[in-house]
């Protein structure tokens, strides 16, 4: 299922500077899009979601931003602590239903 | 903050064992999920729950899985018969049905 695509399965980022993570999807039926953070032997953790009547939405440190043209959204984290190092999962679903999910982009923040 | 649990936290079982997977969703949601992640893959949907019946299942929720919800707390997974390819973190997540599922910590279940 190739539906939602994380290309980058690893990003490495100074602690203070931004990290950027990036999500493409093919289903053009995905109205609502969320960013998970998983830490390993745990649950994905909600960080922060989307609705397709919107292009940006913001909380605290995260913004993500959704271009609908492009079936492209992005998760900016700024700024970046050690403490944002985890995996980051792209979610969408159509209706309120089934979650589908990238692969994750695990995020390493360096001291 | 309200979250989901789950229960037991690591299930080892002998193939063709019967495993009970339980959850207590947060208390004032509606719907349940069931998703799950084999080692170094995505994590993938396998069922809806909604109004005491499933409102969706995916094509790995076959005839070996099904769902219950027993009492007003609880949700659970069961696996008839395991298969060595059921071995997978498996996760509860739970919705009041504006859009945002909440997971909890996942059972990790090892089929010998």
């Known amino acids: 299922d190739q539906q939602v695509k994380q290309n980058s399965p690893s990003l490495s980022v100074q602690e203070g500077r931004i990290s950027i993570l990036n999500c493409d999807y093919t289903n053009s039926m995905f109205d609502y899009f969320l960013w998970y953070k998983k830490y390993p032997a745990e649950g994905p953790t909600f960080l922060i979601s989307i609705s397709s009547i919107k292009d940006k939405n913001e909380d605290g440190r995260f913004t993500v931003f959704l271009n609908k043209s492009a079936k492209h959204l992005s998760l900016h984290i700024v700024p970046s602590q050690p403490g944002d190092s985890a995996v980051y999962f792209c979610?969408?679903?159509?209706?309120?239903?089934?979650?589908?999910f990238g692969g994750g982009t695990r995020v390493l923040v360096k001291p | 903050e309200p979250e989901v649990t789950q229960t037991p936290s690591h299930q080892v079982t002998q193939m063709g064992q019967e495993v009970i997977l339980r959850c207590v969703p947060i208390?004032?949601?509606?719907?349940f999920y069931w998703y799950r992640q084999i080692l170094g893959q995505k994590v993938e949907f396998l069922v809806s729950?909604?109004?005491?019946?499933?409102?969706?299942k995916s094509e790995i929720f076959d005839d070996q899985f099904s769902v219950e919800r027993p009492d007003g707390s609880n949700f659970t997974l069961k696996i008839r018969s395991t298969k060595l390819e059921d071995s997978a973190m498996y996760f509860c997540?739970?919705?009041?049905?504006?859009?945002?599922?909440?997971f909890g910590p996942g059972t990790r279940l090892t089929v010998l």
């Open positions: 979610a969408a679903s159509a209706g309120g239903n089934k979650l589908t």
């Open positions: 729950f909604y109004n005491n019946e499933i409102s969706e």
């Open positions: 208390s004032n949601h509606l719907y």
């Open positions: 997540a739970s919705s009041s049905g504006e859009d945002t599922q909440y």
